[in-house]
């Protein structure tokens, strides 16, 4: 196998030598011109290396696991800074739960970034630094934002599962973050960019330092990144919810100005604004300066007050040391703190008296700013003054240490390694906007003109002091606020999360014997691991005193023992039709306190029949345990956005089903749902009226399980130098599958496929009103994903104008299948939006001399989006489908094409400078409509993970 294997050589050289390279999709690069054979002297130096999926140390970097490996070269020529960003662009990367344009989103993993690889969830993709676990959630999410960009080696992508080698959410994949460990001398870097629009700036600056001789390694680096606001209003297709679709159609039924209801007539008082300007109110203590009727006017466009990217701050140190304290047993240890800060801006509340439905506030009849006195009165109105903003500090603390060393036994080399690894993650959240409902029950109690003509709380009779309470003249609108009534009302509310992890595990590995094709090789280790947590909400706010959403605290812990087993047998080598064939097995048993014990399998093998071919094939059983807040989870009020099926205009009346169960629920054919105001509502996908609840943990929740196969070819054809090819079928099915189900989900479930248990998860009031919906954590159904995954790599031969090394990648999803029970109908969502068919990635890279140059093309397919009505944004009008929950009708949306380029230069004093721009041609995001609905941006209908526009950059880097 003499191209193939130089290829594996010259690679695994690079590294156990050079610290890594570039793989794509588990290719590997053949020899770099001038350089066709390896020297014996380079032979002599070759080390074993640990490839991610693998326990077992050997010199072949070509495993029976697909890997990704991108090196620190690599992310340098994609201009990003954050780790997140980077890992988005792959092509196996799906929909982030939590994206930049997600601010209404109240979780406290709001503001990081997560990698959600083949969209079976974050949660489910295992992040390693140096092979070691990393930090995560309460709900077993790993913020990568806080890993510094600048400070990593590689990045190696394991695309398969992996529970027998690391245990618990290495499900649809691992992701080890490689970070530098050997440096002599000094490094700084910077980078600046900026959207072409004049915002979304990016800053990237690190300084790096170290010293590595025969005995000792020392390395010491800090980073600051920082990405400013980009706010919904600065752009047209961001601007209104569903962009060009009846702009109105996202307008909010509760404007600011006050709303009030009195002998069965809505009053709204007369003002000079629009939804989108605030304008002035009259005065608003007579009756006679109110209209009857909530009119155009009176609605607001909320996504003026919203962010459409929010703001993130990154400030980290890092210290990584080694000390060889014998020629076989060296001490390492490092430690990383890391703070990221971030906030999210979205509109001012939309307050009624019923917000909270357990306390709720009216207008007193003695208030002085009550236009029909004697009479207490229940209102409507959005406090624009005070946009609701939350901030939120995640400081990250690593620390691992342990020792490692080597030893020959049975005549062949072992390694071994045991250590103790610490993850601490705190996350404080400050909140201002949502409005303290005890003092807003003062402020419209009664009130009075006093002597100095100042509208005093409490009566003549009976004052009360200024100081203790402000009277809030809530009906006449911002023009009508103080600052000091505003002060009052406003709730100011803290909380608090955290999550630590201790690590204890020990590992070796090493050859047993040999058999005619090699070394049977062998790894083993024991893990010990203790998790716990809290999450302890504002006290206010928790007891159902404020308008934000009323949670309960979140307070658990657990504890794990494992041991593990790998085996490698290579059973042929060098015969007629088999050059070589290996086979590898790894078992893991996992003990639980919380739920019991579980024992998962993995079976692989490499088959070479020729020189120039490699298959290669895995079956793997997984799991993932259930985290702190699926078992111990308080639970919190939401307004979910949601459309009802029995709606008569956007629902799913034209499904037979739906319409059945709509009469036999006792809801009229023209039945509409409403929005705040009362009225029909002019869109898809509104925000519910009246909370409903989600997120209570079960402590019965069991594990999920999971079955991966996968079966690939690496092909390195010898007639052509430099190519390499891989092609990889993948199939990832998970059961007893941990659901936190969408209010959208629920009513689907329902109308459309009649489940009874959904049926039961909410009431409706005595208009048909959804009310009372509940959603929580459960064992439900199961999820299945196939698909196919292409990689080409081509370092064409050297010409005089320079290198130039092609190289593609390609994911085709066939199957992404879901179903709510084990009785339910499985929905295939293949084609929609979230899961195009296909998403590829091309570049092409160019060197000659010290200047370089790199073009990348992003293709995003094709996908199935919702229609706005018959006739706009549906250009399959008569689609429908049993997969398709959303009627008949659909909009397929196009694909997407971005073009991105960087160009740089080495100067003479070790330092080089590029300049990039992504999206070069300024292709904007098509509009899409299931990109709100489905909650993945909170302002509008653009997909959040595609560029606004045209993104300019200036890297520097230098060395010393």
């Known amino acids: 196998m003499k191209h193939l294997g130089n290829s594996k050589l010259s690679t695994a050289i690079r590294l156990g030598l050079a610290m890594g390279a570039l793989t794509i999709a588990g290719a590997v690069y053949a020899q770099d011109a001038g350089s066709d054979q390896p020297s014996q002297d380079s032979a002599k130096k070759l080390e074993t290396i640990t490839v991610t999926g693998s326990r077992i140390r050997s010199v072949d970097v070509e495993t029976a696991q697909p890997v990704i490996s991108l090196s620190q070269a690599d992310i340098q ?37 997560y990698v959600n690889l083949y969209n079976l969830g974050e949660n489910r993709t295992l992040v390693l630094v140096n092979g070691k676990r990393w930090m995560t959630s309460l709900n077993g999410y790993t913020d990568v934002s806080t890993i510094p960009a600048a400070l990593i080696d590689r990045i190696e992508i394991l695309k398969d599962g992996a529970s027998s080698i690391y245990g618990s959410d290495a499900v649809a994949g691992v992701v ?17 960019g900026q959207n072409q629009g004049g915002d979304g700036t990016q800053q990237a600056y690190s300084f790096t330092v170290g010293n590595t001789t025969e005995k000792s390694s020392l390395v010491f680096a800090a980073t600051y990144n920082k990405t400013s606001t980009v706010w919904a209003k600065d752009r047209d297709i961001t601007r209104y919810t569903y962009g060009p679709y009846e702009e109105s159609a996202g307008y909010s039924g509760t404007g600011p100005w006050g709303r009030f209801t009195y002998n069965g007539k809505t009053y709204v008082l007369n003002h000079t604004g629009d939804p989108n300007n605030i304008g002035v109110g009259a005065d608003a203590t007579q ?38 304290l014998s020629d076989n ?49 229940s209102f409507v109105r959005r406090i624009t003054e005070l946009p609701r903003v939350t901030s939120e500090s995640a400081k990250s603390l690593h620390f691992d240490a342990g020792f490692e060393g080597d030893f020959e036994f049975l005549d062949h080399p072992w390694n071994w390694d045991a250590g103790f690894d610490y993850n601490k993650y705190d996350v404080d959240s400050t909140g201002t906007g949502n409005i303290n409902l005890l003092n807003l029950q003062k402020a419209l109690g009664p009130s009075f003109l006093n002597s100095q003509g100042v509208v005093q709380c409490g009566t003549a009779a009976n004052p009360i002091a200024l100081s203790q309470c402000v009277p809030f003249n809530i009906l006449g609108g911002p023009s009508a606020s103080t600052k000091a009534a505003l ?78 087993v790998e085996l490698n047998a290579p059973l042929l080598k060098d015969l007629p039709g088999a050059k070589s064939l290996d086979l590898d097995v790894a078992s893991r048993y996992s003990h639980y306190s919380n739920f019991g014990s579980t024992t998962n399998n993995k079976y692989s093998f490499t088959y070479s029949p020729i020189e120039d071919l490699m298959l290669r094939g895995t079956f793997a059983k997984g799991f993932r345990a259930p985290t702190l ?9 939401t307004f979910d956005n949601y459309t009802d099926p029995c709606d008569a205009k956007y629902g799913s009346l034209s499904n037979p089903t739906v319409a059945k169960n709509c009469a036999a629920a006792g809801l009229p054919a023209n039945f509409r749902q409403t929005d705040t105001a009362g009225n029909a509502v002019q869109g898809p996908n509104q925000q519910s009226t009246t909370p409903f609840v989600t997120g209570a943990g079960n402590q019965y929740l069991q594990p999920e399980h999971s079955t991966t196969r996968t079966l690939g070819l690496v092909y390195s054809p010898h007639y052509v130098d430099g190519l390499d090819m891989t092609l990889d079928y993948y199939d990832i099915k998970i059961t007893n599958v941990i659901t936190a189900i969408d209010a959208n989900y629920v009513l689907d479930q329902c109308y459309q496929y009649s489940v009874q248990e959904f049926c039961s998860a909410f009431q409706r009031d005595a208009n048909g009103q959804v009310v009372n919906l509940h959603r929580g954590n459960a064992n439900l159904g199961w999820l299945e994903t196939t698909g196919y995954n292409l990689g080409v790599n081509y370092r064409l031969p050297a010409f005089s104008f320079g290198k130039f090394v092609f190289n593609m990648n390609v994911n085709y999803l066939d199957d992404w299948n879901q179903a709510s029970t084990d009785g339910a109908p499985a929905i295939n969502y293949a084609g929609q939006y979230g899961l195009p068919h296909w998403r590829a990635n091309l570049g092409l890279d160019w060197t000659l001399g010290k200047w370089g140059a790199t073009w990348g093309i992003r293709y995003y397919g094709a ?25 008949t009708g659909a909009n397929r949306n196009g694909a997407i094409v971005f073009n991105d380029a960087q160009v740089r230069y080495q100067l003479p004093w070790k330092a080089q400078v590029s300049f990039g721009m992504r999206d070069i041609f300024n292709k904007k995001p098509p509009n899409t409509i299931s990109a709100y609905t489905g909650g993945y941006n909170s302002s509008g209908s653009i997909d959040p993970t595609l560029d606004l526009g045209r993104y300019i950059y200036l890297q520097y880097n230098q060395q010393f």
């Open 329 to 377: 047993v060296t001490f390492k240890a490092n430690g990383m703190y890391a703070e990221r800060d971030s906030s999210t801006q979205v509109a001012g509340y939309p307050l009624k008296s019923t917000s909270q439905p357990n306390f709720p506030v009216y207008i007193s009849g003695q208030s002085y700013y009550n236009p029909v006195p004697g009479t207490d009165l």
């Open 487 to 564: 002060n009052y009302i406003m709730a100011r509310e803290q909380s608090t999360s955290q999550s630590i992890s201790k690590d204890f595990s020990a590992n070796i590995t090493g050859g047993l014997f040999e058999l005619p094709a090699g070394t049977f090789s062998f790894a083993a280790g024991v893990e010990h691991r203790n998790a716990n947590g809290y999450d302890t909400p504002d006290e206010l706010a928790s007891a159902g005193y404020t308008t934000d959403l009323a949670a309960g605290a979140t307070v658990g812990s657990y504890t794990t023992n494992e041991a593990y």
């Open 77 to 113: 020529k994609t201009g990003l800074t954050n780790v997140g960003d980077i890992l988005q662009n792959l092509t196996i990367t799906g929909q982030p739960t939590f994206s930049k344009a997600a601010v209404l989103t109240s979780n406290t993993e709001e503001g990081g970034q």
């Open 287 to 324: 009756l006679s300066n109110y209209h009857v009727g909530v009119q155009p006017n009176d609605y607001f466009n909320a996504t003026n007050q919203m962010m459409e990217q929010l703001p993130t701050e990154l400030k980290s140190i890092f210290t990584e040391g080694s000390y060889k």
């Open 629 to 637: 807040g699926d078992l111990f989870g308080g639970g919190s009020q």
């Open 863 to 887: 996908f199935l989006d919702q229609c706005w009505d018959e006739t706009t944004h549906c250009n399959m009008p008569n689609y429908t489908s049993v997969n398709w929950g959303y009627g």
């Open 176 to 192: 080890n973050i490689i970070l530098k460990d050997h440096v002599n001398g000094a490094s700084v870097s910077g980078s600046i």
